[in-house]
């Protein structure tokens, strides 16, 4: 008999039919990846798994069968039974999945005392054994901590740990790995893999990451707008996609693999003056005590049609060095050159604009600002920049909320376009994007670097995008700058073991790729 | 925690400081001639005049406000116009009208107050948080909104009404309790309880709307959040997760908002205290203002601000043991 079993699945939430007759079945101890992008259903059939639309009146159809139990039918005991004991789930955001008032031990002891008929001494004691198989070390005394007290790969592991307690025969992962930093999501993903091979379970993994799926399943299943596009074995469908979705999805994914970027970057660039030039940046943090520098002695510079690609995990200081870059802090040390030429461009571009103001008024913004006052001229340039980030001129008095993410990530680019400055900062501009829509930015990105010269500091945590886009990279870390040269010395030949860590981390989108890479980190791991 | 409650401590001295600065100043921001305020209307011009050499109205403002304090501190003497009495530290200074030290004035009144206000606090937390609770619990049904119907009907009437209606129904109609008279508890603490009941309640259940709407609130908004939807899908029952972790939730902020009103009503049960005919300090604080007695408004005001400042700062370290990431903030 199948784990699960799904069949001709639909659910609408109003009038949005966010899932439309979905069917597919997952045997014992097999691992399914559901990979699609934002809106395409992936987490919704997910939710549906553990019966999670019935507190929500979203109306749901079809048959879902989980480990026996026919979900969309069974009375909330059985439900109950199935949801923690025989399927247990593991959500997106670890912060926001524990509540933060109890210890840690005592939510995974409360929810193994659903299941289990035992004292809470005895539900106590398993909730440490828990913790301590998904490696929070020191178990017993961190089982006392609060989720606040621990960092996000910590809670993960936590949330994992409340999910193994009862043995399920399947673990739903919804973007397990989403909110974490590439490190921390490898190291994830490698416990997920263990704990798999030890306990046998089944696994169902939702991701927008291919390369978060090709790591850890052994079947893949491509949705798109609530319906199947593909489904087979991950090897086949990452090496050979039969749907056309599929093969445009998958080439929108920025490799850290690829051969050489066949585009020719401008002669002489490297001989130009630099457009900024920073010298041993610092900027500290906190008073007394906790004085802490978010960014330590850091020396850039920057040349015309140059991309310089800033990458690190979080804290590592890459935000706070591109705020400076632009002049949005004051360093507390070392010096910029150049400043008054320099614009930004923000990660999420539903922030970056005021939803009360159309988006030609935003472009016109920074026109206004330098003291143009005629109408006319202001609506012909707000014109002249849409057309150049590919959106129609006349949209000048749409608001942002009619428009997509990308859409918006490109007024906000035409918006630091306005000045006509020599040089952008883009700080995580795509990160909250879909895969396909992030390759039409980074196109347009480059194509601004071309056909205007312009300089841009691409600060990043994911390190493919940053190769894609990057002649020079600098990888930092802490405050600092680890290792910096070219995309092909860094990517090539790392020579900082932290670079190396970083890019032996990055899921590969080849499963035997994949497994190698696992056994290096494995490497790296003990050698540390 | 221990810095973080030192803190605290610290901070509400400093507030009763200059609480004590500010109610000082009536004194002297008071229209007319302080000494003959002081003394009262019926007193000689000779009296006005030892009232003023008592008071040292003569000395510099700081050194007076000094004397002030020493008095709260150390106590100081006072003479009463034949002979030099000793007021004992906490002194608050002495009413020439009443020819009391303001502190035994007080000392009286005060377990009056409190017999009033405990026992309606009480009541106001167990039936606030209760119908709060109960309102989830049967959220989206005709009983929640009768709740809702009903905690906006408190809310929006009078104390007096309140009060007036259960006096009507209970002592008149009924004839179940006696007429509200105030006794002692060290007296016949039956006999307290029985005469307390109804101000208790008429406080309580206008109070108590607002602790619904609140707890309401609070346990809607944990609810909503993430963390419940993990409890949900490991199979914690509908009545464990609203008792265990959406209750939980609206603990801190109860407590923060009881701290305020459980302070505020030392001075505030003015029409609860009246209509009900218990002789406590905020019907004292009204006879005092009536008749102008300046040095039994001020220490009224300072004993009342005392329990304001000293409930915040209670709450404040509830709060973060409620909520243990308040401290690191």
Redesign the interface.
Known sequence: MSLIEVTDLSVRFDEVRAVDGVSFTLDPGAALGVVGESGSGKSTVAYAL?G?HR?TGASVSGTVKVAGVDVLTADERE???????KA??V?Q?PL???????AIGDQIA??YR??HRVSRRAARARAVEVLDRVGIPDAVRRSRS?P?EFSGGMRQRA?IA??LACSPELLVADEPTTALDVTVQAQILDLLHELRAETGMGLLLVTHDVGVAAESVDDILVMRHGKVVERGPVGSVLASPREAYTQELLAAVPRIDASDTSDVRPGGAETAEPVLEARDLRKVYGKGKQVFPAVDGVSVSVRPGETLGVVGESGSGKTTLGRMLVGLLTPDGGSVTGTSDVQMVFQDPASALNPRRSIGESIADPLRARGEKDEERIRARVGELLVRVGLDPTLYDRYPHEFSGGQRQRVCIARALAPSPRLIVCDEPVSSLDVTTQAQVLSLLDELRRELGLALVFVAHDLAVVRQVSDRVAVMRRGRVVESGTVAEVYGAPKDPYTKQLLAAVPALDPSVAAERRSERKELAEAA | MTGFLLRRIAGALFVLFALSIVVYAIFYVAPGDVARIACGPRCSTAQVDQVREQLRLGDPVYVQYWHFLQGIVAGRDYSTGTALAHCDAPCLGFSYQTDQQVTQLILAKLPVTASLVFGAFVLWIVIGVGTGVLSVWRRGRLSERVLTWLTLTGTATPVFVIGLLLIIVFCSTLAWLPFPQYVPFTEDPEQWMWNLLLPWFALALLESAKYARLTRSSMLETLADDHVRTFRAFGVSEGAILRRHALRGAVAPVIALSALDFGTMFGGAVLTESLFGIPGLARELVEAVKVVDLPVVVGLVMVIGFFVVLANTVADVLYAVADRRVVLA
């Open positions: 553990l999670l507190e439900l109950r039974g199935l949801r923690g004991g247990a789930m959500f955001d926001s999945s524990l509540d933060p008032y109890y409360e929810v659903v299941h609060r606040h949330l409340m999910a």
